[in-house]
């Protein structure tokens, strides 16, 4: 599950600019959020992968999706190379503003930090954890199974009993 809150810095509040964007690419569906702004993003070429919306995270999307059928026209054998061109490409979206990425083809997960991410991953036995920003406890041994892996990434830690583990600028994991 990939989900994102928006604070609607560039287009309108409607439901074709809200995240995450999905497109298909080598019979998989891609799914991407983007937290930041950018400038310049109107000039980058998207191909046959246009935005419905009008946000620069839409377009960079696209964008991103142009330049890996650009360089693989078939489906890539070999995903860790593919993961790696998308952080050179991620490098020259954050030449434009900030651009913190969460990116996955249905199999893998991706996220890229331009100013702030933080992840943690949580497996059984599962605790209670208390978020930051209000006097809440979660059980999460009540919301999952034991064979559960969840990983959260987020760009301030959640939660203040838990060791959340920094993604410096210009990595990704």
Not at 35 to 40: A, D, E, R, V
Not at 119 to 146: K, N
Request: net charge neutral; proline share 5%.
């Amino acid at each position: 599950v990939v989900a994102h809150i928006r604070q609607a810095n560039r287009g309108e509040v409607a439901l074709e600019n809200t995240h995450p964007f999905t497109r298909e690419l080598w019979g998989r569906n891609w799914t991407y959020a983007h937290n930041g702004q950018l400038t310049g993003y109107k000039s980058l070429e998207t191909g046959n992968f246009r935005p419905v919306g009008e946000t620069d995270s839409e377009k960079a999307f696209c964008w991103l999706l142009h330049k890996l059928t650009q360089r693989y026209p078939r489906t890539p054998g070999n995903m860790a190379a593919v993961f790696k061109y998308i952080a050179s490409l991620a490098d020259e979206l954050r030449q434009k503003g900030v651009f913190n990425m969460l990116l996955s083809d249905g199999r893998y997960v991706m996220a890229y930090c331009s100013t702030n991410l933080h992840w943690i991953t949580r497996r059984a036995p599962f605790g209670v954890a208390t978020l930051l920003d209000q006097d809440v406890e979660i059980d999460f041994s009540s919301q999952t199974t034991p064979n559960d892996v969840v990983t959260v990434i987020a760009t301030q830690p959640l939660t203040g009993n838990e060791t959340w583990q920094k993604i410096m600028p210009g990595e990704w994991r």
